[in-house]
């Protein structure tokens, strides 16, 4: 069983910066997907970025040119950096893990860690 263990969230002023961190333990695949959403009271949960095991990364537009997504194979763990945070970031983020086992889908959650950007 995939387990993910998240960390780095917090509080932040407009224009901060904060590092989200993701480790996967268990039956990670080689192949798969890793990634962050968000999800803010009130709204759907929505993708912030993703970044498969070839190091493709996919953001979201509000990501786009503020969030980088990165990731370390051996380690099984992803990183975001997120700049110039605004009010609008204030979300729980989770990590995703999205992987094919005998061409079924599965995919993992964190629990979650709370952004706040606030002055």
């Known amino acids: 069983q995939v387990q993910l263990v998240e960390s780095g969230g917090g509080w932040v002023q407009p224009g901060g910066s904060l590092r989200l961190s993701c480790a996967a333990t268990?039956?990670?695949?080689?192949?798969?997907?890793m990634g962050w959403y968000r999800q803010a009271p009130g709204k759907q949960r929505e993708l912030v970025a993703d970044?498969?095991?070839?190091?493709?990364?996919n953001y979201g537009d509000f990501a786009k040119g503020r969030f980088t997504i990165s990731r370390d194979n051996a380690k099984n763990t992803i990183f975001l950096q997120m700049n110039n945070l605004e009010a609008e970031d204030t979300a729980v983020y989770f990590c995703?893990?999205?992987?094919?086992?005998?061409?079924?889908?599965?995919?993992?959650w964190g629990q979650g860690t709370q952004v706040t950007v606030s002055s």
């Open positions: 995703n893990v999205f992987q094919r086992k005998f061409g079924l889908p599965f995919n993992y």
């Open positions: 268990g039956g990670v695949l080689s192949v798969n997907t």
């Open positions: 970044i498969s095991d070839g190091g493709i990364a």
